[in-house]
């Protein structure tokens, strides 16, 4: 497929499950119950404060929670924060030890490819990222929540690419779809290849996906084949 050898990834929905709108909001229900809040003002309050999560402006997790239940007329005592907090990380741990895609980055990994992730996430996902197989296969991680910006900003792809020495034209990006991503990828110069499950096109929740007119793959699969051209 490309005879670049090192690709970047998104990371949830990519190499491992982003987590269904259910679970979310039943994870956010939970959280509330511990704050002592409303449940639905609580999902509501979290799902609006995505972009600022993602880009860490409400600092670190503790805060984060603190505040977004000060949002919602709480006022939670640092033990029912700190409960609340260890929900979420165990909700990311748990997305984060789908090992689904391990084995085929295992093969790549042993043809000489170097990976890289960029993804969109908050203060969770680097907590978690130590104790995830994850930390043992990724070369270099680049959080939008510690860098301030968030894909398709240059910056964040660049930060990986750095990290990696390599120039960005040297690159395959291969995510999902969300956040732009794909055509930040390509404005950098990478080549850029989107990973879907086909029977979910006519209704993917990212506009993107349905603009694409690039590379497609449906499986990881397909790199690994490709690896062997």
Known sequence: ???????????????????????????????????????????????????????????????????????????????????????????????????????????????????????????????SWNSSWLRDVIDVVAFSCELGVRKPDPDIYLAATRKLNVQPEECVFIGDGGSNELHGAVELGMAATMLVDPNLLDTYPFDEVRSWDGAIITSLAELVSASNE
Do not use: N, W
């Not at 895609?101 to 042993?110: D, E, G, R, V």
């Not at 960029?118 to 969770?124: F, K, W």
């Open 1 to 127: 497929m490309h005879p670049r050898r090192t690709i970047i990834f998104d990371l949830y929905g990519t190499l491992v499950p982003g987590g269904y709108r259910i679970q979310r909001d039943t994870l956010a229900f939970q959280m509330a119950d511990v704050l002592e809040v409303d449940r639905m003002k609580f999902a509501d309050i979290v799902r609006a404060t995505f972009d600022a999560r993602v880009r860490g402006t409400m600092g670190g997790l503790l805060e984060t929670i603190s505040e977004l239940a000060q949002r919602v007329g709480g006022s939670p005592t640092s033990r029912q924060v700190a409960l609340a907090a260890e929900q979420r990380l165990a909700f990311s741990r748990g997305l984060l030890s789908d090992t689904y895609s391990a084995p085929y980055l295992s093969q790549l990994k042993s043809r000489g490819y170097q990976f890289g992730v960029v993804t969109d996430c908050s203060a969770e996902t680097p907590l």
